[in-house]
């Protein structure tokens, strides 16, 4: 089974304070994606990735897909306690419905 | 409202008791999973369904069972439930084509004692 790697796998910072959580694979994606998790809710799509060197940002968050399009990056800029969650990415392959997964960062932010 | 919608939330059940999650989709979407969510684990597929009457394994599939009757819904089934299916039990659905966006139902947690 391919896997993505996240890391790290748990983060518990200041307010205010900015971080980078890691999603990496040593297989080739097509599209990558990056969910958050709310306690007892299911995964929420934040953003997809498409080409290799992309680069979106929504409000406070950056997310980068990797010029090989096998790793990708989500920065968080001046963190909110809001932005407490488990952050999973998951990579697309050759369109078949399926979707890889990596384990999860779980973030706190402590106010 | 567009939605994934799994029942029950929760569930207490002993061993060997059978048992049905419910899962359901308003959005026309041809393909549905079920994962289920473990510590440190993230997200293992269990089963998955390309449309209806067509099922297929995913990583994690001993121990459950599927049908998919309708386009809407996707049942999950332990014909016998064991403690280690004790879990975080998500359904989703996603449209064909586009990128694999997958929609999420709220979870179901499940004790099997």
């Known amino acids: 089974t391919q896997l993505l790697e996240q890391s790290p796998q748990f983060l518990s910072i200041q307010e205010g304070e900015n971080l980078t959580v890691y999603c990496n694979s040593s297989s080739v994606f097509s599209s990558l994606q990056w969910y958050r998790q709310e306690p007892g809710e299911g995964p929420v799509l934040l953003v997809t990735?498409?080409?290799g060197g992309e680069v979106k940002k929504l409000k406070r968050l950056t997310f980068q897909f990797g010029d090989a399009r096998k790793d990708s990056s989500l920065h968080i800029t001046a963190a909110q306690p809001g932005d407490t969650g488990l952050y999973l990415c998951?990579?697309?392959?050759?369109?078949?419905?399926?979707?890889?997964w990596g384990a999860g960062t779980k973030l706190i932010i402590k106010p | 409202e567009a939605q994934v919608t799994q029942n029950p939330r929760y569930l207490i059940t002993v061993t060997g008791k059978k048992l049905t999650v419910t899962c359901s989709q308003n959005?026309?979407?041809?393909?549905m999973s079920w994962y289920r969510q473990d510590p440190g684990l993230g997200l293992r597929q269990i089963y998955y369904?390309?449309?209806?009457?067509?099922?297929d394994k995913g990583d994690v599939p001993e121990g459950y069972k599927v049908s998919r009757k309708e386009k809407r819904n996707f049942p999950l089934i332990l014909e016998s439930p064991s403690p280690n299916q004790t879990s975080l039990y998500f359904c989703?659905?996603?449209?064909?084509?586009?990128?694999?966006?997958?929609?999420f139902g709220a979870g179901t947690r499940l004790s099997v004692l």
């Open positions: 990735v498409v080409t």
């Open positions: 989703a659905s996603q449209l064909r084509g586009g990128h694999n966006i997958q929609y």
């Open positions: 998951a990579g697309e392959k050759d369109s078949n419905y399926q979707l890889i």
């Open positions: 959005m026309n979407h041809e393909y």
């Open positions: 369904s390309m449309n209806v009457e067509v099922t």
